[in-house]
């Protein structure tokens, strides 16, 4: 149970983030997105023009960030 209470609480934190830094994704768009890094990398891609590594590379630092991580 302890696992999915923080599975559910990064995604919590994540889904807060991304709306921060680009509140022009859609809530609908983001509710799909991001429970899967693929799939929110994609979001990136497709909604904000950022290329493959640009997308990877800031989907990263947001999960490491969120997770208490510096980002190097």
Known sequence: MKAQENQEELERRLKSRV???WPQIADEDLESAAAKQEELCRLLQ??????????????????LEIAGRPYL
């Open 46 to 63: 497709d909604k904000l023009g950022y290329s493959r590594s640009e997308a990877d590379q800031r989907v990263k630092q947001i999960l």
């Open 19 to 21: 709306k921060e830094l």
